[in-house]
């Protein structure tokens, strides 16, 4: 399976951070799954990336031109796809993915999720979309999506296709119950 992970490109202040990145890449590797995600070397995208390769599994990579020519390409993955624009780079990782994770990032993840979550809400794909609530990161976002249902602008059957997840063990269920 390919799972597209959306994640910082800097560390964040606390080590829980790339903790969770290292966590999520070695289940990527020890469960036979591709890494899809930005292609960076820098932050927790390079973290992610190292620690799937270390663990024996496989990354593609999907960076902007700009990106690659300011020298932030990630050297070591198994493959590297360039894109002209960050619109592209956000299509072609939603289109390669079977399964969408948030860890801990910023605008650039929250624009990354937003866009495959409300792909999923007008109902253009079925695949799960996941936000790793680690250490209750995700929480002011998750009571965001409360609110917009409550108030009526999101309906409950989509609310439903935003998942936060709070351990590896529920992500893993929620990718292996996914109907693909």
């Known amino acids: 399976m ?4 959306y994640l910082g490109a800097s560390f964040g202040n606390d080590p829980i951070y790339r903790e969770t990145a290292v966590e999520i890449g070695k289940w990527i590797a020890a469960e036979g799954h591709t890494l899809i995600y930005g ?3 820098v ?34 993955i198994t493959k590297t796809i360039a894109t002209e624009t960050m619109a592209e780079r956000r299509l072609m990782m939603m289109d390669m993915g079977d399964a969408y994770i948030a860890i801990p990032g910023g605008v650039g993840t929250l624009d990354e999720i937003s ?5 999923a809400t007008l109902g253009k794909h079925a695949r799960p979309c996941i936000l790793y609530n680690k250490n209750g990161y995700y929480d002011p976002l998750k009571e965001m999506f409360d609110r917009m249902t409550s ?3 999101v309906t409950e059957e989509n609310r439903a296709k935003i998942q936060f997840a709070g351990s590896l063990e529920e992500i893993s269920s929620i990718v292996e119950n996914a109907k693909l």
Do not use: C, K, R
């Open 39 to 41: 292609g960076s070397a």
């Open 43 to 76: 932050g927790l995208m390079g973290v992610i990336a190292d620690t799937v390769m270390e663990n024996g599994g496989e990354v593609i990579g999907i960076e902007p031109q700009f990106f690659i020519d300011e020298g932030l390409l990630h050297e070591g």
């Open 2 to 5: 390919n799972i597209t992970v």
């Open 151 to 153: 108030a009526g602008f």
């Open 115 to 119: 866009e495959v979550i409300v792909m």
